[in-house]
Structure formats: structure tokens, C-alpha cells
T-cell receptor
Framework: KNEVEQSPQNLTAQEGEFITINCSYS?????LHWLQQHPGGGIVSLFM???GKKKHGRLIATINIQEKHSSLHITASHPRDSAVYIC???????????FGKGTKLTVNP | DAGVTQSPTHLIKTRGQQVTLRCSPK?????VSWYQQALGQGPQFIFQ???????QRGNFPDRFSGHQFPNYSSELNVNALLLGDSALYLC???????????FGPGTRLTVL
């Protein structure tokens, strides 16, 4: 079992829909990252969380430390949101990031 | 303020050859981490450099080695290339203990 599990693996939505991507992890962490990767490979860091909730524009990230679970929400989705969204955790006492396999999001116009 | 830069963008090598990939961290960052991302997979941690020393290492063979220079830039070297080394190699910089990672665009290595 992977230390970081994401669901769903693939997600197709219509423009304007509300999107939720989930991440569960099995290790103690000091921080959780949500990353966005577009075709071609470049990765953009969206959020780094250690507790609670963060919001940036149409993106919202939440984390529940007790349940070892985080969600990334996209409101009013747009075709330009199409990308792979990756959850990564930094284990306590370590600088190493452990990555999930990613969720491929496709938003159709 | 330049972000993380990597060179080259693409590289084609043959089995058995050696390759060097380069990374310049974001201005003000002192820590560089390297990751390997195979097609369809999440990135895998290779190692991290801080103060010119390898601080942590993932589950990669000794064929993978690195270096960090006094200006914080870093190199990843892979010897005796195998077909399975074909991947996107990502570099990320951060301030030690701060955690916020900034990723470079990656180097796509193809081994024939």
C-alpha cells in the first residue's frame, strides 16, 4: 500500500462544476503539499498545509490531521484547470517529500 | 526574481553512458532536492543537498550521485545508464526546514 493515496485517479468534469480531489496518507507528517503538473512536466506548488484550510482564488485545500486526509477543491472549474494534481507529504523530522500518483483532471468546455 | 531553472530541457543518451543534469535554485533558497518521475507515476525522491552535503537519500542506487556548489546550484549525475532511467527529472528548491518547495520545469531524459 502506498504511503500516499489519491482519488480519483482520473476525473472528467464540465466547465463550471465543483471539483474535489482526495488524498489520504498513512504516515505522520509535518506538512502536506498540493501540486499542479501540466503536460510537459512543470510542477507548480499550489498549497502547503499543516492544519485547517487555505484558499487561493478558486482553489481551496483542507486537511484533517486526525483522519490523515486532505482535499483539494476547485470551484467554478475551467478548461485551463485541466492538469494532474498531486498530493505530497513531508514526513515528520524529514525534508523528503512522498508523492501520490496524481489525479488527472480534464475540464471540458 | 528567477525561479528554479534546470538544464538541459531534453536529453537523449544510450545505455551505459553517463549524464549530468543541472539545477539552479530560486533566489534565496539554499536546499535542492532531486526527484525522478517515470511516465504516469508520481515523483520519487532521489536525494537532497544542503550546505554542499547530501542530507537525505531515497531508494536509488549509487549510480545516482550529486553535488551542490557554494552558490547552491546542484548537479545530478547518473552513471551506466539503463533504459529504466528514462524519466522526467525534477529539481525543487527550498529553505532548509521551511518546507515550501519550488519546482523547476524538469529535464526529460530518454535512454535508448
Amino acid at each position: 500500500k502506498n504511503e500516499v493515496e489519491q482519488s480519483p485517479q482520473n476525473l472528467t468534469a464540465q466547465e463550471g462544476e465543483f471539483i474535489t480531489i482526495n488524498c489520504s496518507y498513512s504516515v505522520g507528517i509535518s506538512a502536506l503539499h498540493w501540486l499542479q503538473q501540466h503536460p510537459g512536466g512543470g510542477i507548480v506548488s499550489l498549497f502547503m498545509l499543516s492544519s485547517g484550510k487555505k484558499k487561493h482564488g478558486r482553489l481551496i485545500a483542507t486537511i484533517n490531521i486526525q483522519e490523515k486526509h486532505s482535499s483539494l477543491h476547485i470551484t467554478a472549474s475551467h478548461p485551463r484547470d485541466s492538469a494532474v494534481y498531486i498530493c505530497a507529504v513531508r514526513q515528520g523530522g524529514s525534508e523528503k517529500l512522498v508523492f501520490g500518483k496524481g489525479t488527472k483532471l480534464t475540464v471540458n468546455p | 526574481d528567477a525561479g528554479v531553472t534546470q538544464s538541459p530541457t531534453h536529453l537523449i543518451k544510450t545505455r551505459g553512458q553517463q549524464v549530468t543534469l543541472r539545477c539552479s535554485p530560486k533566489s534565496g533558497h539554499d536546499t535542492v532536492s532531486w526527484y525522478q518521475q517515470a511516465l504516469g507515476q508520481g515523483p520519487q525522491f532521489i536525494f537532497q543537498y544542503y550546505e554542499e552535503e547530501e542530507r537525505q537519500r531515497g531508494n536509488f542506487p549509487d549510480r545516482f550521485s550529486g553535488h551542490q556548489f557554494p552558490n547552491y546550484s546542484s548537479e545530478l549525475n547518473v552513471n551506466a545508464l539503463l533504459l529504466g532511467d528514462s524519466a522526467l527529472y525534477l529539481c525543487a528548491s527550498s529553505l532548509m526546514q521551511r518546507g515550501a518547495r519550488f519546482f523547476g520545469p524538469g529535464t526529460r531524459l530518454t535512454v535508448l
